[in-house]
Structure formats: structure tokens, C-alpha cells
């Protein structure tokens, strides 16, 4: 079991985890900080599991390796289900927690670790793990802002269960969230008719139907408290998750639509999140991007550079 301590255990499972846990306790709202555009802590999120019983080792195996290559020394994994495993932080939800919720979970361990410290991070989000990281900051920006910034010297953080923590009622009152990647999210919903079978059944699936309550509520592109630049990407061959609703028809600050490589080859919703080499024809634009159509990096690579060097308004 992985236990953080803020009163004095340290734990060499993460450097900045470590540190931030061992930092002074309720730290007043300052300056955000300012855009690095470099190699920030990167927080990994999965998708959706039926079986919530994610490896998320082996699921961002291929991320985690190309950007510590490139190097990201921070790249941690988040996990959302308890049958989870091998993740960096985990929150012991099912496949019934709501993703708001989850966003909640999310957004309390981004501050608690980070934010409150000053420290901004970055997001890789595959699938349904772009709306939970898209919540975090929504609910921040409609319930946290203008919170006093609560004193957390009394908690005792288990990383295995964050949501034992028992953080504050409520939201954060500021999250800093510099670049956002999500691959293959449902940011206008799933509207297959397995997703509507699987809603019956799992809230998860409930939430991602095109109008539904939470999707709703959710901005397209929320923004944290020092700015966020999205970059969303896609696959015109994913079979879960249509062109529109990965790149919310095309209104991203960068986006783009990937097709076949030199060899033919597509890309499924899987292969997303695992595909870093290859040569791939695409399509891409955005609010920040020019358009433009032809060769382009394999998704992981575009990932990072979604991370390393973008714009900010």
C-alpha cells in the first residue's frame, strides 16, 4: 500500500509527490504560474473498463516509455476503478462512480499535490479519461473559485486510495493545468448502440450518451486558473468513438484526424494510445493551429508536442 503522510513519511515513489506532501500546509493563493512549454509532471488518465480492472503499467506502457525517453522525468498514471492496478494514484471507484466525480477525485489531487504548490501540470488523457479531466477544472471553475484555500496538514493520503483522503466538501479553489492531450474522447458523447446497452447497466456509460446531464454541464474546453492549451486527437477509423466527438467538431485549440499510414494501416480507438511510430496521413487545424493535411506524427508524438510547445492565450 502506497501512504503519503503529510506530517513527515516520505515515500520514494515520486519525487514531487514527496515533496509537495512534506510542504507547508494551506498555502494562500498566489500568481499562477507562468507557461513553461517544457517538460512539466505529466499525469496519464485511462479510459473507460468495463471490467474496471485496468493495468494502467501496461495500458501506458508506450506513453510513459517515449516521454521519459524525451525527458519527462515526472509521467505518472492515474487510475479510477478498485480492481486497478499498477497505478501510480488511484481513486477505488466502479464502473457506477460518476465521471464528475471522479473529476472531483481528480481535481483534489491535482491541488493537493501540485496546484497548491505552484507547480502546473499536464494531462495525456485516452477516451473517457479526457472528461474526467475536462471535470476536474469544470467543476473547479463553477463550485471552487473564490474558496479559501483549505488547510490539508491533517490529511493522510493513501496514493492506492486518494478517495480515503477525505478531502474538503466540494471543489479546489484553482488547479493549474498547462496542456491538455486527449486521444479517442467522447467529448460530444458515444452514441453506438453498445453504449446504450452498456447504460443500462453502468453509469460511466450513462454519462458519456450524447446529451446527457454530465455532458451537458461539461465546457468544451475548460480552462484552469493559469490557462489550458487542448489539443485533441482522433482516428477516422476508431470504432468507438466518431471524428466529431474526439476533436468536439473540430473547435479544439489543435486538432487532428488521423487515416491510414504508408502501409494502410489504421488506427483503432486502442491504438491511440499505443501507436508512436509510423508514417500517417492526417488531417489537422484548430483555433491556435493552421490547417493543413499530409504526413504527420504517429499520435504519441503529436502527444508530445501537444505537451512541449504550444500556444497560449
Same mark, same amino acid.
Given at each position: 500500500?502506497?501512504?503519503?503522510?503529510?506530517?513527515? =513519511?516520505?515515500?520514494?515513489?515520486?519525487?514531487?509527490?514527496? +515533496? *509537495?506532501? =512534506?510542504? *507547508?500546509?494551506?498555502? +494562500?493563493?498566489? +500568481?499562477?504560474? #507562468?507557461?513553461?512549454? $517544457?517538460?512539466?509532471?505529466?499525469?496519464?488518465?485511462?479510459? /473507460?473498463?468495463?471490467?474496471?480492472?485496468?493495468?494502467? *503499467?501496461?495500458?501506458?506502457?508506450?506513453?510513459? &516509455?517515449?516521454?521519459?525517453?524525451?525527458?519527462?522525468?515526472?509521467?505518472?498514471?492515474?487510475?479510477?476503478?478498485?480492481?486497478?492496478?499498477?497505478?501510480?494514484?488511484?481513486?477505488?471507484?466502479?464502473?457506477?462512480?460518476? @465521471?464528475?466525480?471522479? %473529476?472531483?477525485? /481528480?481535481?483534489?489531487?491535482?491541488?493537493?499535490?501540485?496546484?497548491?504548490?505552484?507547480?502546473?501540470?499536464?494531462?495525456?488523457?485516452?477516451?473517457?479519461?479526457?472528461?474526467?479531466?475536462?471535470?476536474?477544472?469544470?467543476?473547479?471553475?463553477?463550485?471552487?473559485?473564490?474558496?479559501?484555500?483549505?488547510?490539508?496538514?491533517?490529511?493522510?493520503?493513501?496514493?492506492?486510495? @486518494?478517495?480515503?483522503?477525505?478531502?474538503?466538501?466540494?471543489?479546489?479553489?484553482?488547479?493549474?493545468?498547462?496542456?491538455?492531450?486527449?486521444?479517442? !474522447?467522447?467529448?460530444?458523447? @458515444? $452514441?453506438?448502440?453498445?453504449?446504450?446497452?452498456? #447504460?443500462?447497466?453502468?453509469?460511466?456509460?450513462?454519462?458519456?450518451?450524447? %446529451?446527457? $446531464?454530465?455532458?451537458?454541464? =461539461?465546457?468544451?474546453?475548460?480552462?484552469?486558473?493559469? %490557462?489550458?492549451?487542448?489539443? /485533441?486527437?482522433?482516428?477516422?477509423?476508431?470504432?468507438?468513438?466518431?471524428?466529431?466527438?474526439?476533436?468536439?467538431?473540430?473547435?479544439?485549440?489543435?486538432?487532428?484526424?488521423?487515416?491510414?499510414?504508408?502501409?494502410? %494501416?489504421?488506427?483503432?480507438? !486502442?491504438?491511440?494510445? !499505443?501507436?508512436?511510430?509510423?508514417?500517417?496521413?492526417?488531417?489537422?487545424?484548430?483555433?491556435?493551429?493552421? +490547417?493543413?493535411?499530409?504526413?504527420?506524427?504517429?499520435? =504519441?508524438?503529436? *502527444?508530445?508536442?501537444?505537451?512541449? &510547445?504550444?500556444?497560449?492565450?
Amino acid at each position: 500500500m502506497h501512504r503519503l503522510v503529510r506530517s513527515g =513519511l516520505s515515500l520514494p515513489l515520486v519525487g514531487v509527490l514527496v +515533496a *509537495a506532501a =512534506l510542504i *507547508a500546509t494551506a498555502p +494562500a493563493a498566489s +500568481a499562477a504560474p #507562468a507557461r513553461e512549454d $517544457g517538460q512539466r509532471v505529466t499525469l496519464l488518465v485511462h479510459g /473507460f473498463d468495463r471490467e474496471a480492472d485496468t493495468n494502467c *503499467a501496461s495500458s501506458w506502457k508506450d506513453a510513459k &516509455n517515449l516521454l521519459n525517453a524525451n525527458g519527462w522525468g515526472e509521467v505518472r498514471t492515474f487510475g479510477y476503478y478498485n480492481k486497478a492496478t499498477n497505478c501510480d494514484i488511484r481513486y477505488q471507484g466502479t464502473t457506477d462512480s460518476r @465521471i464528475q466525480e471522479i %473529476g472531483r477525485q /481528480f481535481a483534489w489531487t491535482v491541488y493537493y499535490f501540485y496546484s497548491s504548490h505552484d507547480t502546473a501540470i499536464d494531462v495525456v488523457a485516452h477516451s473517457m479519461g479526457g472528461l474526467v479531466a475536462k471535470a476536474a477544472i469544470e467543476g473547479v471553475n463553477r463550485y471552487g473559485v473564490g474558496r479559501t484555500p483549505p488547510d490539508l496538514s491533517g490529511l493522510n493520503v493513501d496514493l492506492n486510495n @486518494i478517495g480515503a483522503a477525505g478531502w474538503p466538501s466540494g471543489w479546489p479553489p484553482y488547479l493549474y493545468i498547462e496542456d491538455m492531450v486527449t486521444l479517442s !474522447t467522447p467529448h460530444l458523447g @458515444i $452514441g453506438s448502440a453498445l453504449v446504450t446497452a452498456c #447504460a443500462i447497466t453502468h453509469e460511466q456509460c450513462s454519462d458519456m450518451r450524447p %446529451g446527457s $446531464g454530465f455532458l451537458s454541464w =461539461l465546457s468544451k474546453q475548460p480552462l484552469s486558473q493559469m %490557462g489550458t492549451d487542448y489539443t /485533441f486527437l482522433a482516428s477516422s477509423h476508431d470504432d468507438t468513438v466518431g471524428v466529431d466527438s474526439a476533436t468536439n467538431k473540430r473547435t479544439a485549440h489543435h486538432w487532428a484526424v488521423y487515416d491510414k499510414n504508408a502501409d494502410g %494501416g489504421t488506427l483503432s480507438h !486502442t491504438a491511440m494510445r !499505443t501507436t508512436s511510430t509510423g508514417a500517417w496521413q492526417a488531417s489537422w487545424g484548430g483555433q491556435r493551429s493552421d +490547417a493543413g493535411s499530409g504526413s504527420y506524427p504517429a499520435p =504519441l508524438l503529436q *502527444a508530445m508536442d501537444g505537451l512541449y &510547445n504550444q500556444q497560449s492565450e
